[in-house]
């Protein structure tokens, strides 16, 4: 009902049933682009990225673990942005970086915070003692600083990409649990839910075909925004050296090994920097723009220019 | 209000408790015996001695008790303020965090200071000139703080410092009360790029709360009773935008904490972040854990120090039966 409900406001023209026409379609990419431009902007950028993660085999010109060359070249015609520390070119981890950075920005967060919105969802609908329990457990995770939470469990797992990963799930939850619990607690309140009881629907239909859709406005603004939490959080602890082995093309690993040479190798940090950077820009505006999108659509008001 | 507090207070302790749970659980389960570890070190290598020996240092240690009483006996002498002997420094763990604690403590409340300083006014004019050149500059500014991640400014600080001004963070740390200006010359840096980081999304709230408040009728009175502007914006608007901001910078504690580990690390700052670091490199697990436990308790100490402080600020809850 409520899917229905927003492709009605979007005014894709489904009120009559069906798929809308070319001419609807284009008509809400325009008026999509006129509202947020900046949204536009940052999807195109993420686009790019994304691009430049799936082809890196094909853009990169050599192998970014392949530490055969001169090492502190400055950027050149054969290496673009250079070499580091032990002769690796730079642009192709850059490359290979985009890559590392999106899949372990993608699947931490798709696992971290769908984990946690059941997580809370469940817990929230249930209430009681499992209420309170799962609530004591949240505050406890979110009582750490993030970065301090993650590298603690970096100490206990050791160096790995997929350890970064899980680390990274873990901090999702408690946020992820918290603000779905809260939604689900309003919409509990809600009359269609006490209507669904009264009617003798399980508690489990209840969740799956009342509660569940109603949040996914929620979770899908969770999603993006923590996406570029995430890369961020991969970075930093990569630049601590606790991330993923520095062997791998992580645009934080990058930055590491170029605080030590920053005299003498600028353009070491200067690349990984600019690339993360940017992704983070773009990922913010992309999801900003969601943000004001769901915003309008379930509450039907101009949402704040930003 | 007693009963808010109360609340509060109720929900502090458990999760206190979590905090110090969750650093013990995670230290033990690191692998590696750290009994092992220490009798191999030590060099007593052969066969049947180095059992014996291993025996030995587990009881030393305490590892042979169940996880629950070494729980409560470390958690007895944390409170007492005994954190435990720390193997790699030889010496006690309490003692290498009074010295670390101080300096990061130093660092995160000029970061606070400077990142307040900044952000607030910035967040005001902007709002308060809303669509103008400053307006632009202002959220660009404060998108770009979002965007670039602080240790990248951290090494793009330092970069600019040691090519164009030949400084380097010095090998010696100088405290506070021994040489300010020394002291301060090496802290400014670190605290400046943090504050940049942290002051973004600050600027951004402060923005749109101002956005909302000015809008209000009482703003409009005031304004109509002819109050000249700074008052009205500085006195009637600031204190009805200053709940959610307390609050939100209550929890950027947590974003701070963290980012000061990284740039205690790219300023060669000794305080607890880079204390953590060694820590975790050298497998000095009493150390890390009681960081990280010190860590928690700041955090969490703050944001109840916060949540209390709303309770004051916010008539409504000040007054509850």
């Known amino acids: 009902m409520e899917q229905r409900r927003e492709l009605t406001v979007a005014g894709l023209g489904s009120e009559a049933g069906g798929w809308p026409s070319v001419r609807a379609q284009r008509q809400f990419v325009a008026r999509v682009v006129r509202r947020q431009p900046l949204g536009v902007a940052g999807g195109i950028i993420v686009l790019l990225l994304v691009l430049m993660a799936i082809f890196a085999e094909q853009l990169a010109p050599y192998d970014p673990k392949q530490a055969a060359f001169e090492i502190y070249h400055p950027p050149n015609r054969a290496f673009i942005m250079g070499t580091d520390h032990l002769g690796r070119d730079i642009f192709s981890r850059v490359v290979w970086g985009a890559r590392l950075s999106l899949y372990v920005g993608l699947v931490s967060v798709s696992v971290g915070i769908t984990a946690g919105a059941l997580w809370g969802i469940v817990t929230g609908y249930l209430g009681g003692v499992a209420d309170s329990l799962s609530q004591r457990v949240v505050d406890t995770l979110m009582g750490f600083p993030p970065l301090i939470l993650a590298l603690s469990l970096m100490a206990v797992l050791q160096q790995s990409v997929h350890n970064v990963i899980i680390t990274l799930a873990i901090l999702l939850m408690p946020t992820a649990a918290r603000t779905l619990r809260s939604t689900t607690l309003s919409l509990k309140e809600m009359g269609f839910v006490e209507s669904a009881r009264a009617l003798g629907s399980s508690h489990a239909r209840i969740i799956f075909g009342h509660i569940l859709p109603n949040c996914l406005a929620t979770y899908i603004v969770l999603f993006t925004v923590n996406v570029s939490y995430a890369i961020v959080v991969e970075a930093a602890l990569s630049f601590l050296g606790l991330g993923a082995p520095p062997d791998e093309p992580s645009w934080g690993g990058m930055l590491n090994a170029a605080a030590h040479a920053i005299q003498r190798a600028p353009w070491i940090a200067l690349f990984p920097g600019l690339a993360i950077s940017l992704t983070v820009f773009g990922l913010n505006l992309l999801g900003d723009a969601i943000r004001d999108l769901t915003d309008v659509k379930l509450r039907g008001r101009e949402s704040q220019s930003e | 209000m007693r009963r808010y507090i109360v609340q509060r207070l ?17 230290m033990r389960l690191v692998p590696g015996d750290i009994a092992t570890i220490l009798v191999y ?243 000095d697990y009493p150390t890390v854990q009681a960081i990280v436990v010190l860590m928690g308790l700041l955090f969490l100490t703050l944001n109840l120090v916060i949540d209390l402080l709303y309770g004051w600020l916010d008539p409504r809850i000040r007054y509850q039966a």
């Open chain 2, 41 to 283: 070190e030590a060099g007593t290598e052969r066969a049947g001695a180095a059992q014996q020996a291993v025996q030995k240092m587990r009881r030393e240690l305490g590892l042979d008790r169940p996880i629950a009483v070494q729980y409560a006996h470390w958690l007895l002498g944390a409170v007492r303020g005994d954190f435990g002997y720390s193997y790699w420094e030889r010496r006690p763990v309490s003692e290498i965090l009074g010295e670390r604690f101080p300096r990061t403590l130093q660092l995160a409340l000029m970061t606070v200071l400077l990142a307040l300083c900044w952000a607030v006014p910035l967040g005001i004019t902007s709002a308060v000139r809303q669509d103008t050149a400053l307006d632009y500059l202002a959220r660009l500014v404060s998108i770009s703080g979002l965007s670039i991640p602080a240790f990248f400014v951290g090494v793009l600080l330092l970069f600019f410092l040691v090519r164009f001004f030949q400084w380097m963070p010095p090998l010696e740390f100088t405290p506070l009360l021994d040489d300010p200006a020394a002291n301060l010359k090496q802290l400014i840096w670190p605290a400046l790029a943090e504050a940049y980081y942290i002051s973004a999304p600050i600027t951004r709230l402060t923005r749109s709360l101002m956005l909302e408040v000015i809008r209000e009728d009482f703003v409009r009175t005031a304004r109509a009773k002819g109050l000249p502007e700074r008052l009205v914006v500085y006195h009637h608007a600031l204190r009805n935008m200053l709940i959610p901001l307390v609050t939100f910078v209550g929890w950027s504690g947590g974003r701070l904490l963290g980012g000061v580990v990284v740039m205690e690390l790219i300023f060669a700052v000794p305080g607890m972040g880079t204390g953590l670091i060694d820590a975790v490199n050298h497998r």
């Open chain 2, 10 to 26: 109720l929900l502090f302790i458990p999760a206190i408790l979590g905090v110090t749970l969750v650093a013990f659980v995670l």
